[in-house]
């Protein structure tokens, strides 16, 4: 390592005059601080250049070495003649290269030294700042200056030999002329160029001060004086203080004997060297400043007048708040918004709590809000300057789209982190605020922070496409494209969607396959369950009853009626008005005689039930007299939760009633909206009748909105069967066909529907409560115990149907509905005529209608054999069976025919599988032969599900104890791990329903709002959903637990919904910076090139005197005297659909369809002649054969004074009563093929 003589004396200097070797022992030292430190004790500046051509530390280190991989290490005892401990010491330099970026210089060198007891002492040391240690005698000055000088000099005279190497003639010329005598003006000239050169080293000495101090003050203490307080007397135990002292503005610091004296003189001599270049002027200063006492603690101090005392942690606090100040003000001083995109990102992050409002809301919410901080703080920024520094409503939009690009980013990068290769595929459609919107979700299986299995979505996009399958198909690859683009390794393992419309899942399935969106080896469908069952009640309801739709007088428009007039009351004068009318009502029908008799005869089941609560009512209210024989409680959770709530009572035992709350309009397409309608109707069946005559009497023109609302309610409320004429008036009284409908629909509810409706809405137990809609292991199992009830239920309406006295104690929705039916008087025989004959055969006809629907929607798919296998993760006696006989057909290539099935009476009972039932039985046997029934085992061998797994798979079955997946106690001595996680990663992962889409569907509409753009309605939506939706639900548990921590009582958890105020701003805080976190991380791996790339492709209150108003009007309305209008009073019975022996459309009547006999027959029945040969009109003139039905059946109508109105000629006929059995058939066989499509 050949060092120069110099050179080592430099090292050995540098080590000893930096006090002590010891000192410099296990630290690295930043070598600008180190220069800083010689510029303390010789006065020199060393930061860059030294004065009089002496080179910089930084030229004498980068020299002084030899580096290799940037490091030299340099044993102290080759170059120091101190004694060492160890032989070992070395001195390390390390340098690097520190690229400026700003102004897009290649970098320079940065170095640190050292002095270790070895190199491995050298690794993980810390640099610490040398001036810390820095000090010096006086006697070393001036031989440390010596040394630089002779140092570099042998620097100059290297360079000095070099450059007269390369110098042109030029520069020799300049050279010669350089000795030549000087004149006095370039003498004076010189002088004054030196004497600028020292004001620049002078200013730049007082810069490098003030750096000093500021940093020292950043660090929060003085660097350590080691200097030695020199005596005053040579007896230095005598002197026992120390006498710090300023004369004539300069310092010293003296140690004296308390007892003695102290000469002026000797206190002028022992003052402190100055740290700058004296002068004049400096002197003047010096002797013209005053002082003042100021306290430091218990120290008292003279400092000068224009200075007051402040402790370097206050000074380095005051720095930072003015710094911060400085920037503050830097924002809102030039004509833009200033603020950089880290720090911006956090406008958009809480913004998207509210999906809609507008830019211009945002804007004006952080204008607001600076304002609101400037006022506080006393900080003066004016109009137009917050005006500049606000953003712009661009900048606030495109922000939202950067900032969902960059969560979008953040969860996939979480995808790749948590090694997640398998999730499934929810989508769905719909139209919002005049926007198409085509919502897809993943769905992946997780193990949360706690260990528990759950289930976690990530919204893709919400982008809008066409409505082929073929254009929805190619949106799902281009949105499923970016996701693999991110995480290269996953694969869709399934997709569930709607079973209907144009992107019905069963219709996209194998095109998606083939654009391997859907894996093709794991790929599976879900139909939606919600979806499904809805259209299986859907259809029923309809081919029985009929469907909603102006001018039909059936069950469903019935219900949109009565909730109409409602909304309208609400929609006038709010819940105010509503609940006044709804209260003024009740009490009408409590006292008017008139009133109850109108009730009474017009709907005796409801009259009688009303009057029955009542009695009940008062005898609560007197049972409260005696609180220890009240027996009773509130109505049960669910019961609470489900439907609409009906009104309440604001005093105990009576009092003013509300009118019922969280009533929703009813439609099918719209889920649990038509049977809460129905519940609420058949309840206030009285309350709504009357709340429609008395708005029917306050309209004085019979054409208003609310006069036909209010008089298409009352017309169908007055429906009843036609009675026979040899009946005696008013006997057998009975009641309204629709409200009879309503019991029906209510009883099939509860008795079936709503039990399995409610577990398709449920979480799977074993998933937590993220996992709604993920019950797809368990619905197998659902299915089959569906069908069996369906089969009960449906054996009871035929035996009803037939005659037979059936018990029917245990199903009382039931017996209500069969209690109304028997006391409607039969009607000729005829179901048509919607006498006692239609009301027996509607239960038949309504489960007829279910079965086929059942079959189609949901049977189809439970049963299927991509989805049966997902039983295995059910109940362990059930799984090992299943697995039983699977591994017989496909390990053992046997028939399932001589496979030895459980015995007959081997059943499994299981808990808390349905809302009304504590638990349910099911037959082994009987379920493996259902669930298998149609089963292609070869396709089953083939699944990977399966094929992958066999050896575990194949363990199971064998297991003497069944196996739970769940439970790891019964596992024994095998690891089923690997099964456990396939559930958990496909079975589960597979939504069972799209409730979750179609919640991401309505946050896209309001997305959309205030006009909107697609791109900027689809970024809002998705990041909604990837910020917020995701700190919801774990806000929700966390607060949840910590409930569960206080109490056991199940509904205060329920209760808890969402957190708010303090709780939530923290939260969210936490939450966001946990995002904020990943998003630095991909970004870094990107360039701003690639982000904008990536960017650019992901890119009614009514006033005071109106309320009074309609008060005043209602008033007078409900006090009117009682009329029946005439529109109260058209409908003359229900409407009769096809599937009831209503009307066959004479269009469907086809060649096609082989209608030739049915054609014929009908003819004949009908006593039709026909002016030719059937057979040569059946051949020749088909046409004119159906104008001869159509003109029968305007005649038949004509003379039974059915015909109507809107059939003015026989032409304008369209369908047709059949009066033959086969063309009954006919449209028995339509009305079922119509039922089960889609």
Known sequence: MGFVPARREFVRMLGTHLRRRDSLMGHRFRVDDVALALRLMTGYDHSDTMKDGIASLEDLISKSFKYQKDKAVVPLANLLDLPTKSKDDVLIVERERVVNIHDGRGGEWKYTIGVFA?????????????????????????????????????????????????????????????????????????????????????????????????????????????????????????????????????????????????????????????????????????????????????????????????????????????????????????????????????????????????????????????????????????????????????????????????????????????????????????????????????????VDDKGRKTIERFCIDVDPCGGTAEEICQALKRSIDRVKTRVPDLKIIGITGDSGGGGKVQGLFDRLVELDVIDKEWGRFVRCLLHALNKCIENASKFTFGEQGLGNVCAAQLLYNAVTLFKKVKKVGGLELLDIQFNQVIEKLNDDEDWRLEAETSSPSAFAERAANRAASRAASLDDLDAGDFEGGARPLEEQNGGADTGSSSAPGGGEKKAPRGVQMPNWMRWNSMLPAARLVLELWLEFRFLAVANRQSQKNGNSYMSQVSDSLLAAMNVKAPRAVSDVEGADNYDPSIYIQLLLLVAFADELFDDFFHEAMAPDPEYGAASHGQTSRRWSVFTFLLKKNLDELQKIVERKKDGHVVN????????????????????????????????????????????????????????????????????????????????????????????????????????????????????????????????????????????????????????????????????????????????????????????????????????????????????????????????????????????REKTDDDAAVQKVRRVKDQERIEGFGNHLDGILECIGIVRDGMTITDFNDFVADYSSKISKNELEAEKNRFDEGINKRRRVTAKESLAANVTITAAMGGKFPIAKITKSRNHKDHMQSEISARGISLPKEFEEMYDREWDDLKNLLRLHEFSRLEAAGQKPEKIVKWSQVNEIVPQSELMQEAMDTYMEEEATKS
């Open 118 to 446: 070895d190199t491995d002492a050298a690794e993980g040391s810390e640099v610490s700042p040398a001036y810390k240690v820095a000090g010096c005698s006086d006697s070393f000055r001036g031989d440390f200056v010596q040394l630089l000088e002779k140092m570099a000099a042998q620097f100059s005279k290297k360079r000095q030999t070099r450059d007269d190497g390369q110098q042109s003639g030029a520069k020799k010329k300049a050279r010669k002329k350089s000795v030549t005598p000087q004149t006095p003006q370039e003498e004076l000239d010189e002088a004054h160029r030196l004497a600028a050169d020292a004001a620049m080293s002078l200013k730049k000495a007082l810069a490098a001060i003030e750096t000093a101090e500021k940093r020292l003050g950043d660090d929060g203490d003085k660097a350590e004086c080691t200097k030695e307080i020199p005596s005053y007397e040579k007896n230095q135990e005598e002197c026992t203080s120390v006498l710090n002292y300023i004369i004539d503005g300069r310092a010293g610091t003296l140690r004296v004997n308390p007892q003695s004296f102290v000469c002026v003189q000797d206190l002028i001599n022992c003052r402190e060297e100055l740290l700058y270049q004296d002068s004049d002027e400096m002197e003047k200063e010096r002797h013209g400043t005053r002082f003042h006492m100021e306290t430091a603690g218990a120290v008292q101090v003279m400092v000068p007048n224009r200075f007051t005392l402040v402790p370097t942690h206050h000074l380095s606090r005051y720095k930072k708040n003015s710094e911060m100040i400085k920037r503050l003000r830097k924002l809102f001083n030039g004509q833009r918004c200033k603020i950089k995109w880290p720090s911006f990102r956090f406008v958009p992050a809480y913004a998207l709590h509210s999906l809609g409002v507008s830019m211009e809301g945002v804007q004006m919410i952080l204008a607001a809000s600076w304002r609101c901080l400037f006022s506080e703080m006393g900080f003066t920024v004016s109009n137009g300057d917050l005006g500049r520094g606000c953003p712009s409503q661009e900048m606030i939009r495109v922000a939202f789209i950067k900032f969902s690009a960059e969560c979008f980013l953040a969860r996939c990068q979480q995808l790749v982190d948590n090694s997640i290769h398998q999730a499934a595929l929810l989508q769905d459609a719909g139209h919002k605020n005049n926007l198409d919107h085509h919502c897809k979700v993943l769905v992946y299986a997780v």
């Open 808 to 1043: 029917l104690e245990d199903r009382p929705s039931l017996a209500r509905y069969y209690k109304a039916a028997e006391r409607v008087p039969p009607c000729g025989g005829r179901v048509a005529n919607g006498g006692r004959e239609y009301f027996m055969e509607a239960p038949v006809t309504f489960i007829r209608y279910f079965r086929l629907s059942f079959k189609e929607h949901v049977e189809s798919v439970w049963t299927s054999d991509r989805i049966l296998v997902f039983a295995i993760g059910d109940h362990p006696i059930l799984a090992q069976w299943l697995l039983k006989l699977l591994h017989h057909v496909i390990d053992s290539l046997e028939t399932v025919e001589n496979f030895a099935y459980p015995p007959p009476d081997l059943t499994v009972n299981l808990k808390y599988r349905l809302r009304s039932k504590q638990e349910v039985e099911v037959n082994v046997r009987e379920f493996l032969e259902y669930l298998t029934a149609n089963a292609d085992f070869k396709a089953i061998a083939s699944d990977p599900f399966i094929s992958e797994n066999t050896e575990l798979l194949w363990k199971m079955a064998s297991a003497s104890d069944p196996v739970d997946l769940h439970d790891k106690s019964t596992w024994g001595a095998e690891d089923y791990s690997p099964v456990a996680k396939l559930i958990h990663r496909v079975a589960v992962a597979v939504s069972s329903q799209g409730q979750m889409i179609e919640n991401y569907v309505q946050a896209a509409g309001r997305a959309s709002r205030n006009n909107r753009g697609e791109t900027t309605s689809s970024a809002l939506a998705v990041g909604n959903s990837l910020v917020i939706r995701s700190y919801n639900a774990k806000s929700r548990e966390e607060k949840r637990d910590k409930v």
